[in-house]
């Protein structure tokens, strides 16, 4: 059910690029990924950053919202 209402949450038709800050194990970035989106996660667990990454295939990378800044000067 959750995964459902992230979905209907996110916009279909042009992928968009999402960032999600404080994604966990990356739930919302499974949605957005399923909908064809690009999916940047942020998390500052190492734990579940791993688990995002490792189970899922998605890109998280561990820190904190600081680490936007230095993404969006890349």
């Not at 989106?37 to 189970?55: D, M, N, Q």
């Amino acid at each position: 059910i959750r995964r459902e209402r992230r979905r209907a949450e996110l916009p279909s038709g042009a992928a968009l690029r999402v960032l999600d800050v404080g994604c966990g194990v990356g739930g919302f970035l499974v949605a957005a990924r399923a909908l064809g989106h690009g999916a940047l996660g942020i998390e500052v667990s190492e734990v579940a950053a791993r688990h995002a990454r490792e189970a899922l295939g998605l890109d998280v990378r561990t820190g904190s919202i600081e680490l936007c800044a230095e993404l969006g000067e890349r």
